[in-house]
C-alpha cells in the first residue's frame, strides 16, 4: 500500500477499531483506509490486557508501538538507500575503468 494513491476525493469508511465503530473521511482509497484502520486495531489488541485498560491508554501503547516500527522502519530505509548509493558509485567507478580500456 503506498501513500501516493491519493484520490483527491475524499471518500467516507466505515470501520471498527477494538470494538467501537467509525467513520472516517480520506482522500485515500476506501480499501487503504480499512487496511490502515484494521492495522490499528490489531496493533491495539496485540497491547498486553488492552481489554481491561482504560481505551485512551491502549490506544497511546498501540500508538507508542506504530511509531516506534515507525521510527524503526526510517532507520532501515536511510540504511539502505545509503547502501545502495555507495553501492551505485562502486558500480560507476568499475564502468568508468572499463569504458577507459
Known amino acids: 500500500m503506498t501513500r501516493s494513491r491519493r484520490t483527491g476525493t475524499r471518500h467516507s ?19 487503504d483506509t480499512r487496511a490502515i484502520a484494521a492495522h490499528v486495531d490489531s496493533t491495539i489488541r496485540a497491547v498486553p490486557g488492552y481489554q481491561t485498560l482504560e481505551p485512551f491508554r491502549a490506544a497511546t501503547l498501540a500508538a507508542l508501538s506504530i511509531t516506534d516500527e515507525l521510527f524503526r522502519l526510517r532507520e532501515e530505509l536511510k540504511r539502505l538507500r545509503e547502501e545502495v548509493a555507495q553501492r551505485t558509485g562502486g558500480l560507476a567507478a568499475v564502468l568508468e575503468g572499463a569504458a577507459e580500456e
Request: net charge negative; glycine share 6%.
Open 13 to 31: 469508511v466505515s470501520v471498527e477499531i477494538a470494538g467501537e465503530k467509525h467513520v472516517l473521511r480520506s482522500d485515500l482509497p476506501p480499501e
